[in-house]
């Protein structure tokens, strides 16, 4: 049986190209994170809203995209997002438009999640509280502004951040369209140097600090909160 020789040589040199590809990771990450839970708010207050079709158009769309797997997401906006903006001024047929459709993906597909976990949160605090915020005169979007949402960001801060590092994972899944993220640009230097396995596994151990200490994070959030 033959042993595997490995060696790590490869990686110090490929720390620059891998931090480029970091960087990009994280502008897909944020970028999902702050769409997502502004828009994930507004569809969980649509989700909650008497009127009918705003309920209706909110819960279609969360159901329809936490029924789709994220790949086939990131599939279609990587082919039909640069359809759509062909003609747009600035635009040429050779633009390079991959990292602004896995932004957008990612950020459509985590705001489903979002609502959920911000309905929850919601759902979570005292109708009484609502009921006394109307009783001084606010109107419903005051009183979840000011009164409903500043208890329940509280309640659903964990959940939030672990969906934050779901996110942060899942955008390994931008290979499907060539984009050098810390997962691909480790895979094309691996690749490139006949050292696959070590570059992988480094980016395996990469991922493991970033989202194990994130994890511990938010388990001591978590503690503190109930405290």
């Known amino acids: 049986?033959?042993?595997?020789?490995?060696?790590?040589?490869?990686?110090?040199?490929?720390?620059?190209?891998?931090?480029?590809?970091?960087?990009?990771?994280?502008?897909?990450?944020?970028?999902?994170?702050?769409?997502?839970?502004?828009?994930?708010?507004l569809l969980a207050?649509?989700?909650?809203?008497?009127?009918?079709?705003?309920?209706?158009?909110?819960?279609?769309?969360?159901?329809l995209f936490r029924s789709i797997p994220l790949l086939l997401v990131l599939l279609w906006f990587f082919l039909i997002l640069p359809r759509l903006l062909e003609?747009?001024?600035?635009?040429?047929?050779?633009?390079?438009l991959r990292l602004s459709s896995?932004?957008?993906?990612?950020?459509?597909f985590e705001s489903a999640y979002y609502a959920e976990i911000i309905r929850a949160g919601?759902?979570?605090?005292?109708?009484?509280?609502?009921?006394?915020?109307?009783?001084?005169?606010?109107n419903y979007r005051a009183a979840m502004r000011f009164?409903?949402?500043p208890q329940a960001l509280r309640n659903m801060l964990p959940l939030l951040l672990t969906q934050?590092?779901?996110?942060?994972?899942?955008?390994?899944?931008?290979?499907v369209s060539a984009l050098a993220d810390f997962f691909g640009a480790a895979y094309k230097v691996g690749d490139r140097d006949g050292r696959l396995v070590e570059l992988l596994l480094f980016a395996g151990a990469v991922y493991f600090i970033l989202c194990y200490s994130a994890s511990s994070l938010v388990n001591y959030l978590s503690k503190r909160m109930k405290a």
Do not use: E, H
């Not at 989700?47 to 158009?57: A, E, G, V, Y």
């Not at 896995?102 to 459509?108: I, Y």
């Not at 919601?122 to 606010?138: E, H, N, R």
């Not at 934050?164 to 899942?170: E, M, S, T, V, Y």
């Open 1 to 41: 049986m033959m042993s595997y020789d490995f060696d790590w040589s490869s990686i110090p040199g490929a720390l620059p190209f891998l931090w480029q590809g970091m960087q990009v990771t994280l502008q897909i990450t944020l970028m999902a994170i702050l769409v997502g839970i502004v828009w994930g708010t």
């Open 45 to 63: 207050m649509m989700r909650l809203s008497k009127q009918r079709w705003l309920s209706w158009f909110a819960a279609g769309y969360i159901n």
């Open 87 to 96: 003609g747009v001024p600035g635009i040429t047929p050779g633009t390079d």
């Open 102 to 108: 896995a932004m957008v993906g990612f950020a459509l």
């Open 122 to 138: 919601i759902l979570s605090i005292p109708k009484g509280q609502q009921a006394a915020a109307f009783a001084l005169g606010m």
């Open 147 to 149: 009164v409903v949402l």
């Open 164 to 175: 934050a590092i779901i996110l942060f994972q899942d955008t390994s899944l931008v290979y």
